[in-house]
């Protein structure tokens, strides 16, 4: 095997399934050629992370995890050209460039997504982190943030302006560009329309923001947690309904008789998605985008999709993260997209107390700064 250059690390990384995380001191390899190493400045701790880490997909272990990181630009390999040492990058997902939804600028509908990010490879099947003569494995998403240091390679990553903190600016690359993309992009609605979002995470509140600056009148948050609803309304919502007080179809349809044009559905739960089918409007469009485990089966009512209602999966935001991750940069400069307001910042070896806040529900947004 050839010994390729590396540089020391530090890392947060899982050993075993559901396990704590542990920093640890590793060697990352130096950029191959279409490759870029970034400083960390911020990483955002993202529901998948978790996921992950528990094996709901198969991610090989030990691995370090981290998805949603930003940075400066440390190196680049010899043919790169999009960003030069220096630059300050989002790192986001990988697709590979070249399959058909790819080719129709769908790259979250990728056929290689799986591979490009959960892999926890290089396309070529090499890895990048060691420990000694430990492989540990790395290139989750492309980037396996959670570290001082990310492998990234041009691709997956999106130049942002020196004008704003940097390391807020991780987020946009997972969890806050799937919120807003899924309204700003996939349901795109028009001024005056009505959404319902159903969920206030991160993801949701995201939404929240979106469908404001998109122009809807009737904004409805729908979440148990009294703090979020309060938040959620303070970052546009027009109402807020508590699940546990009441149905909450029927609390959507006091506010519009009618049903709403647009629900999103954000908490991967099977009732609620049944929720946000039935609290649309005829046409009306629920976007999925809450992440369930592999076989999770949902009733819908044949009849309320029969009449001109639909129901689509929405990844990423249906976002190109090169196209749509400066907007939302330029949207939080000009004060209508203060996403800023989702995020706790906590150091990466406090890793273990943020996942613990993001598991209680404590803190929407945790972002490590190494
Ligand atoms: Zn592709
Ligand atoms: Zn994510």
Redesign the pocket.
Known sequence: MPSEASIGVKAAVIREKSGEFHIEDLCLETPRRDEVLVRIAGV?V????LVCRDQYFPVPLPCVFG??GSGIVESVGESVTKVKPGDRVVLSYLSCGECEPCLEHSPGYCHELYGCNFAATRRDASTTLRKGSEVIHGNF?NQSSFATHALATEKNTVKVPDDVPLDLLGPLG??VQ?GAGAVMNSLNPRPGMSIAIFGCGSVGLAAVMAAKVAGCSQIIAVDPNASRLELARELGATHAIDPTQGDPIEGIHQIRPTGVHYTLECTGIPEVLRQAVDSLTLTGVCGLIGVSPVGTECAIDMNSIMFGRSLRGIIEGDSVPDVFIPRLVELYKQGRFPFDKLITFYKLEDINKAVEHTEQGKVIKAVLRP
Request: glycine share 18%; charged share 20%; hydrophobic share 10%.
């Open positions: 955002g993202c529901h998948t992370d998805h949603e998403f997972c969890g799937t």
